[in-house]
């Protein structure tokens, strides 16, 4: 180990690079910085940014990470030859603590079938590589990928070679979900133990969730003597994704006395920040998921209620407010003055600029006067959807749909363009939002293939607010779209709407969709 405290596991959140690379997962670059700055908040110690070889927008986010979010370390990753290594170095440079993490495949299947490298090839590459992301920066992190099913022995000469060559952490990456606690518990003491300067450097664990090991794995490489864990929030990455932080974090927390080390993880900020990575990449949080599930602290069966009123730990291994769930379901509603709102929105763990709260605020209000009563979800749905309402260039003025049954529905759609001007048009569909989006496509002239239309409440009530996500393929990219109202074809019809101008917006700009949060999947293949 360095001179660090050895019981501390430093948390290393790729969120914004293996999470943002999982289909549906993408990001804009004012998201990216939106969730980089919560990561900060979170208290991670260092956030992978993203994978600036990867494209000119992905180099551009890092930098803006760099450059503009204070706190953790910032980290590009970078395949083991000059252009990605320099890339990287440029676009992290300017953060406070620059890292660059640069890897290279080292089991046999990936030699053969992917790199045709024999294994010297590697050894010297790999070096290589490490020596000159040395000569730029001085936090250079190796990952041997896919180094469970790589030949143990081999493993270690490589992990040899690139710690020779200057590495300061070497993250050892189940990259396929293939490995189990126990081998995972050998690989990083074998390591430790036959690697020269061993204790110079820091262990890293980077497991994904194939067989859905890759929490139990990593916490097994702790024990095995790994003191920095990569993990996304709500465990987003690519298939299966990868090990969550909200869980991890809490199991070494909850039974700290088994693993014996902590973090500078602020727990009671997980839960708004795994809702805030939800509300963006349009992934819902499961209701059974562990830790921050809507499930994880309900209790259904009378036992189990009888035992919870007696006492909070016949059932609770953790309090809510620990995770940042301090839901009340204090009613607020009309009357509710600011400084309550105010107090509220604190409560649920969101820190807005006075005029972010403004806003908010005047949108509380006009929520209130159509609903009885506000829960904690609404409030959050209204924190979250702050930046998702559409700037244009269309704006939708009038929504008249009508649903039949036995008989096609419809819908009168009006549009006013940001250049002036109204137009106007009915159509025919199956069910009224379909309708409605026929209407639309016809009245901008994009026409798109709609690949997933989801409604969820946000909060409880006849009234509650039906939040829309919409995903369409168009030119052969995804695009998002969110929105949230009290009338559920209104929100699916302003979620659409929001794509479309996004893809208009891209279009302007010649980027064909390029803004917005759109997948550029040749980018998202390169790694
Ligand atoms: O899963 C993996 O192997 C990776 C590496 C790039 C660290 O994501
Ligand atoms: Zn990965």
Not at 4 to 11: G, Q, S, T
Not at 129 to 134: I, K, N, Q, T, W
Not at 259 to 264: D, I, Y
Not at 443 to 451: A, E, I, S
Request: glycine share 8%.
């Amino acid at each position: 180990m360095t001179d660090r405290d050895p019981n501390r596991v430093i948390i290393f959140d790729t969120t914004l690079r293996d999470g943002e690379q999982s289909p549906g997962c993408s990001m804009t670059p004012d998201e990216k910085l939106r969730v980089a700055r919560a990561l900060a908040d979170l208290g991670v110690d260092v956030i992978e940014a993203g994978f600036p070889a990867a494209s000119r927008g992905d180099w551009e986010s890092v930098n803006a990470i760099a450059r503009q979010v204070r706190g953790p370390i910032v980290c590009g990753l970078a395949r083991c030859n000059r252009d990605d290594i320099e890339k990287a170095w440029t676009a992290v440079r300017d953060a406070a603590r620059p890292r660059i993490h640069v890897f290279l495949a080292t089991s046999a299947i990936h030699r053969e079938h992917k790199l045709n490298m024999a294994k010297e090839e590697i050894i010297r590459t790999a070096a290589e590589g490490v020596g000159l992301a040395r000569s730029l920066c001085k936090d250079v992190e190796f990952s041997p990928e896919d180094a469970s099913r790589t030949e143990l022995d081999f493993l270690t000469e490589v992990v040899q070679a690139a710690v020779d060559a200057g590495a300061t952490t070497i993250n050892v990456p189940d990259t396929v979900g293939y490995t189990t606690p126990q081998e995972f518990h050998e690989t990083f003491a074998h390591l430790r133990r036959h690697v020269r300067g061993a204790n110079r450097v820091t262990f890293s664990v980077h497991c994904h969730d194939d067989l859905g090991m890759a929490v139990a794995n990593s916490l097994s490489a702790v024990l095995g003597g790994a003191r920095q864990i990569e993990c996304t929030i709500n465990g987003i990455g690519e298939r299966a994704g990868n090990c969550s932080l909200e869980e991890v974090v809490m199991a070494m927390r909850t039974r700290e006395p088994v693993f014996g080390v902590r973090t500078g993880i602020h727990t009671e900020r997980l839960y708004p920040t795994c809702r805030l990575v939800s509300s963006i990449t349009g992934m819902p949080i499961p209701r059974n998921k562990a830790v921050i599930g809507e499930n994880a602290f309900a209790h259904e069966s009378g036992i189990h209620q009888h035992g919870m009123l007696r006492h909070a730990s016949t059932y609770e291994i953790m309090r809510p407010r620990d995770v940042g769930l301090s839901r009340t379901n204090l009613v607020l509603g009309k009357h509710s003055g600011r400084h309550a709102f105010r107090e509220r929105v604190k409560e649920l763990g969101f820190e807005l600029e006075e005029a972010e709260l403004n806003r908010v605020f005047e949108r509380f209000k006009s929520l209130a006067d159509r609903k009885k009563e506000l829960f904690d979800g609404d409030i959050e749905a209204l924190v979250l959807n702050l930046d998702t309402e559409s700037g244009g260039p269309w704006f939708l003025e009038v929504l008249d749909a009508v649903s039949r049954t036995g008989a096609s529905s419809s819908a009168l759609v009006r549009l006013r363009h940001a250049d002036g001007g109204s137009l106007e048009r009915r159509c025919t569909g199956d069910g009224p939002v379909d309708a409605a989006f026929k209407a639309i496509e016809e009245l901008t002239g994009t026409p798109v293939v709609l690949r997933k239309f989801e409604v969820r409440s946000v909060s409880r009530g006849e009234d509650a607010q039906g939040e829309a996500l919409v995903t369409v393929e168009y030119n052969g990219r995804l695009h998002r779209g969110s929105s949230v109202t009290t009338d559920i074809v209104e929100s699916g019809v302003r979620a659409f709407l929001e794509v479309i101008n996004r893809i208009e917006l891209g279009r302007q700009s010649g980027r064909a969709g390029s803004e917005g949060r759109s997948e550029a999947r040749v980018a998202q293949a390169a790694v």
